[in-house]
């Protein structure tokens, strides 16, 4: 006979008895916590910092992804503060781009450093021979000369180690070291290739401890809660999270969704009533809210699975009524939207407006037609 745990035994209790969260108020709590319901007063680096980053494989998406919740906001607001080492492009959540604060810069990838070590082990015969504790040394040593390439540090490294595999040699340095893109590169209307310097350098201290698993995960739920364990771990793109919850729970409400699965929340957290309005968004390819569930159907439809990606291809995702309903691109003079459901004369209005206002705060002076396209059908 398998044995259970204590812990488990109160997690099953404690799932079998808490309340059903209903899928639209699940949805609607998610974009209270997103800044999606109604746009926010924060400044734009509280409001980077309350949504512990945001995906920033591309440059311009963190922009947008504020311009979807922030009254008031202009592209040279985060740019600014970018050029002032306020907020940095770094490698840490899931192995991606994330635009952070210099605070989480410092302190959120030592807490995915273990995410990265593991990332070592996809290309380790590449390395064999290589010392990681020495590679890692010089390649501190050479980006806080200058800033360079990933090309200029894989010759560079490639000269120490002639036999390795020179991507290898280069992706082992982003693997060990907290590397940043310096400026220019991510600045609003201006451009520059990627050079990386260590985040130490960059922003004059030295890396803070990993912050205790138990203060993540208060954080992720306020900015992505109501959520399970494999949601969290999802978002973070690491393992064995269960713990630090169990020992909060006793600070933390459950729910269960419409599947019977365990959601953690924060007792005083926005829960809306699951009517409330949501209106249209026009969000970023890989804007975080739909990438950090496990579940992504709390905002994409089961219909609808896999329509805003084609394998690495992300597409801009539409919001109407809080959940997806079509994709969007900017051509040279038009905003096009494609809808994936016919749109009632009340929302193409709104999606209208809201594009307009979008493209203001964006483009201002640049015209644009706002265009809707017919109405794309799911695939087979």
């Not at 800033?147 to 595999?165: C, I, N, S």
């Not at 985040?199 to 990993?210: I, V, Y």
């Not at 390819?285 to 219909?303: F, T």
Request: include cysteine.
């Amino acid at each position: 006979m398998t044995k259970t745990s204590p812990a488990a035994r109160r997690a099953d209790r404690s799932t079998a008895t808490a309340p059903v969260l209903p899928h639209r108020a699940l949805n609607r709590a998610t974009l209270a916590r997103q800044l999606l319901l109604r746009r926010s007063p924060l400044p734009a680096k509280a409001a980077v910092a309350h949504l512990v980053g945001l995906q920033a494989q591309n440059v311009k998406p963190p922009y947008y992804a504020l311009a979807a919740r922030l009254e008031g906001f202009a592209p040279e607001h985060l740019s600014r503060l970018m050029a002032d080492r306020e907020v940095v492009r770094i490698v840490t959540l899931r192995s991606t781009i994330h635009t952070h604060t210099a605070d989480d810069c410092l302190t959120l990838r030592p807490f995915v450093q273990p995410a990265r070590d593991r990332e070592l082990t996809a290309f380790r015969k590449g390395l064999a021979g290589v010392d990681l504790d020495r590679l890692a040394a010089l390649a501190g040593d050479l980006m806080e000369a200058g800033p360079r390439t990933m090309a200029q540090l894989r010759d560079a490294l490639l000269a120490e180690w002639p036999d390795a595999d020179p991507q290898a040699l280069a992706l082992a340095a982003r693997c060990r070291l907290p590397l940043v893109q310096v400026t220019p590169r991510g600045l609003w209307g201006l451009s520059g290739q990627v050079a990386l310097t260590t985040a130490e350098h960059w922003l004059g201290r030295p890396a803070e401890s990993a912050p205790a698993p138990d203060s993540v995960v208060l954080r992720y739920l306020a900015a992505f809660g109501p959520a399970s364990v494999k949601d969290m771990q999802t978002w973070a793109g690491l393992t064995r999270l269960r713990e630090a919850f169990e020992r909060l729970r006793p600070r933390l409400v459950t729910f269960r969704d419409e599947h019977g699965v365990e959601l953690f929340d924060l007792p005083d957290a926005p829960r809306p009533d699951p009517d409330t309005p949501a209106p249209p968004r026009f969000l970023p390819e890989y804007d975080n809210l739909l990438l950090s569930h496990a579940d992504r159907s709390r905002v994409v439809p089961g219909a609808l699975k896999g329509r805003n990606a084609v394998g690495n291809q992300a597409y801009r995702p539409l919001l109407v009524d809080g959940f997806l309903a079509g994709v969007w691109k900017l051509e040279d003079d038009a905003l096009v939207i494609e809808p994936f459901r016919g749109l009632t004369g009340a929302e193409r209005d709104e999606v209208a407006e809201e594009g307009a206002r979008m493209l203001k705060t964006m483009h201002e002076g640049t015209a644009y037609d706002i265009r809707f396209g017919t109405v794309v059908p799911p695939r087979p």
